[in-house]
């Protein structure tokens, strides 16, 4: 199976330096998931809260990349595909500057 929500890849300004939720609440995560539709960054179904996975339950974006540093691979949602995001040429976004361990 592709990806059929390629078209909705945008260069972002990730929405804040870790998970914006686990952040705000004095949470932790494993690892980092960056919103290539609007740049939430949030936390990955590994992390106790899965900040990432409700992003996309209430927003419908459909696509993630890994964000720990930006990795280069993307993730559907709806697809349930995973794909290289460097053979769309999509710039990454800054890194972040602060990794919170639990």
């Not at 998931?33 to 209430?58: E, I, K, M, N």
């Not at 993630?64 to 290289?84: Q, R, S």
């Amino acid at each position: 199976m592709s990806c059929t929500h390629l078209s909705t890849i945008v260069v972002v300004t990730p929405s804040a330096d870790g998970c914006e939720e686990c952040l705000k609440t004095g949470g932790w995560w494993v690892h980092l998931r960056l919103c290539r539709a609007c740049g939430h960054v949030g936390c990955c179904d590994q992390s106790p809260s899965r900040h990432a996975s409700a992003h996309f339950a209430a927003a419908q974006h459909p696509i993630i990349e890994g964000y720990d540093p930006p990795e280069g691979w993307g993730w559907c949602y709806v697809d349930e595909v995973m794909f290289d995001l460097t053979a769309y040429k999509t710039p990454h976004p800054r890194p972040i500057k602060r990794w919170v361990e639990g």
